[in-house]
């Protein structure tokens, strides 16, 4: 009976916790600074290639592909505007944070099954949530180059187009 009262609390706390996220204002979750920007020792990302997370990140389940509707594709495309990109990087310190924020409160279900049942629960539940935080961790210095380079490719463009309307 503590086993399904735990499961049924990780997924009320995975819901609500989901729509936390849709509905905080974007503004609080700035990339570039603490606890989102990418630290030295990550090294803009490669770190997380020793743990070979470029074969298994596809392979968690990705909630822009499940409720796409609701949440944005990560995928950045050529049609991407400056807002857009910039959001789909906001979206990674979201995801991080709601799946920080599901590793703490996972811990509740001590609460519900007191002894080692609970805590092995809660254990596998941080467990199974770390790595959709270490690939938002992974992606976020990526697609910030990413978004600089297709940035940076759109004004030369512009440039050129300008200089030919001149000459």
């Not at 603490?34 to 490669?46: I, S, Y």
């Not at 609701?70 to 807002?83: G, L, Q, S, V």
């Not at 049942?117 to 210095?141: C, D, E």
Request: hydrophobic letters at 45%; proline letters at 7%; glycine letters at 6%.
């Amino acid at each position: 009976m503590y086993f399904t009262k735990c499961i049924l609390y990780y997924i009320i706390i995975g819901v609500l916790f989901f729509l936390i996220g849709r509905i905080l204002p974007k503004r609080w979750f700035v990339c570039d600074k603490p606890p989102f920007r990418t630290l030295h020792a990550e090294k803009n990302g490669k770190l997380y290639e020793t743990i070979r997370i470029r074969k298994w990140k596809d392979i968690l389940p990705d909630m822009s592909k499940i409720a796409p509707g609701i949440m944005p594709p990560k995928r950045i495309t050529p049609d991407d505007n400056e807002d857009t990109l910039y959001l789909k990087i906001q979206e990674t310190c979201i995801a991080e944070a709601i799946h920080i924020l599901l590793c703490i409160f996972g811990f509740g279900c001590l609460r519900i099954w007191p002894g080692a049942g609970g805590l092995i629960m809660s254990l596998l539940f941080a467990v199974g949530n770390l790595p959709f935080i270490l690939v938002q961790r992974y992606n976020r210095p990526r697609m910030t180059r990413a978004c600089e380079k297709l940035l940076q490719s759109r004004e030369k463009a512009a440039e050129s187009k300008t200089a030919e309307k001149f000459s």
